[in-house]
């Protein structure tokens, strides 16, 4: 029979909630016997934030999340938290004039406690919520395509003014793949034919009625990205998602110089000489970190038509659709210096690899912009060189 210590424990487990719980005992004959039973007991917290339950059967509704809790022998097992979202939706007006994108590292299915399925509240520093105003939440799992737990977590801060929050008007992209994700898995299943592609196009597209986000980054790099079919599937791929959400912003980086297949194959895709747009990729990214160095290479995108023959970029990337790459260490005058530049030559801003928010996955510490005031200045005051700009 159940024990009046088990009742205890449900009361106390639940705070004299309604609920079922699953109860396994042994029965008469030795056999083990589980039984379902119901409860009292509901618990709520915060509005907008969670709610949870013990209805092992509930199923949860979209951007929900359940885990379970398995107790020991002879306990209850029932799930243990329902995450119930509410996610803030445009003006979907395009990037900023200037930007600042940070790279803030969520998820990673190699690293333990920040898997997809992880459960953990990031939250961003001051520094990161008044120096930038792009945010590139880093990386979905192409694997997969899962949206991680703490992506919907943050997300769903927006405009709420919390602690940790993300700023109102700030943008939310999506970055998925990345350097280990591009090595495995390889081939990204869902780019290795157009019909795939287009599926997981559709699929994609939702991200912006589900989380509310204002764009992806598709961060396919060698591995993946060397493969033949990766670039005019990802082409596709592109093409479905601006025919459904014609300002979901798509951004593609890029080395300094063009050596990753799938990369030029979308720049030669997204533009023509000249520089006029094909409508599919809005912006390109250059990943060269060191110093101020991303500057040297803007020829080879700004006239990549004007190159020597056999040169891989075919097309003119405009200069306000390249954004300059920045190590999230940078001293506070390469961050600005790279800040002004943008300014001066018309560029769309700069990107940073990478920054940790609170509580979060760190990759090299030498890398990371958290931690070193100098760095968190920098970003700081080059926000507020772009709003000279735009004043």
């Known amino acids: ?17 309604p609920s079922h719980a ?3 005992r042994q029965g008469m004959t030795g056999d083990k016997v589980e039984e379902e039973r119901e409860f009292v007991g509901w618990l709520t917290g915060n509005a907008g ?10 199923k949860v509704g979209a951007g929900g999340q359940k885990n379970s809790y398995v107790g020991s022998a002879n306990s209850i097992q029932i799930p243990s938290i329902e995450y119930t979202f509410n996610y803030t939706r ?22 333990k406690g920040f898997e997809s399925n992880a459960d953990w509240s990031p939250m961003l520093y001051p520094y990161q919520q008044e120096g930038a105003n792009v945010l590139f939440f880093t990386f ?16 769903s801060t927006r405009g709420t003014g919390v602690e940790g929050a993300v700023p109102r008007d700030t943008l939310i992209i999506f970055a998925i793949g990345g350097y280990q994700y591009s090595i495995y898995p390889n081939p990204w299943e ?11 196009a559709i699929q994609v597209a939702r991200w912006r009625d589900d989380f ?20 005019p599937n990802l082409l596709h791929f592109i093409r479905k998602i601006k025919s459904i959400h014609p300002d979901l912003l798509v951004s593609q980086p890029t080395y ?53 023959d056999g040169f891989p970029i075919k097309v003119d990337v405009p200069s306000d659709k390249i954004l300059l790459g920045c190590k999230g260490s940078a001293s506070k005058s390469d961050i600005t210096s790279l800040a002004r530049s943008a300014v001066k030559k018309d560029l769309l801003g700069v990107m940073v690899w990478y920054c940790s928010v609170r509580n979060g996955l760190k990759y090299a510490e030498t890398w990371d912009c958290t931690g070193r005031e100098d760095s968190e200045n920098g970003y700081v005051q080059a926000m507020d060189i772009y709003k000279q700009y735009t004043n």
């Open 1 to 17: 029979m159940v024990s009046v210590q088990l009742a205890a424990i449900l009361l106390v487990w639940f705070g004299y909630a």
């Open 22 to 24: 699953v109860i396994t």
């Open 49 to 58: 934030d969670y709610q949870m339950s013990a209805i092992s059967k509930r």
């Open 90 to 111: 445009g003006p979907y007006n395009g990037f900023p004039s200037k930007v600042m994108g940070m790279y803030i590292l969520l998820a990673d299915d190699t690293e």
């Open 140 to 155: 979905i799992n192409p694997e997969t395509m899962e949206i991680p737990l703490a992506f919907k977590k943050l997300a």
């Open 190 to 200: 869902w780019l290795t034919s157009r019909e795939k592609a287009e599926d997981m």
């Open 212 to 231: 509310g986000i204002d764009g992806i980054d598709l961060d396919i790099e060698e591995g993946a990205g060397s493969r033949k079919e990766a670039g």
């Open 256 to 308: 300094g110089y063009p050596q990753v297949q799938a990369e030029i194959d979308v720049i030669n895709g997204s533009w023509r000489p000249g520089g006029s747009s094909k409508g599919l990729a809005d912006s390109i990214g250059l990943m060269v970190y060191e110093g101020t160095q991303a500057l040297i290479y803007l020829k080879n995108y700004e006239t990549g038509s004007e190159q020597w």
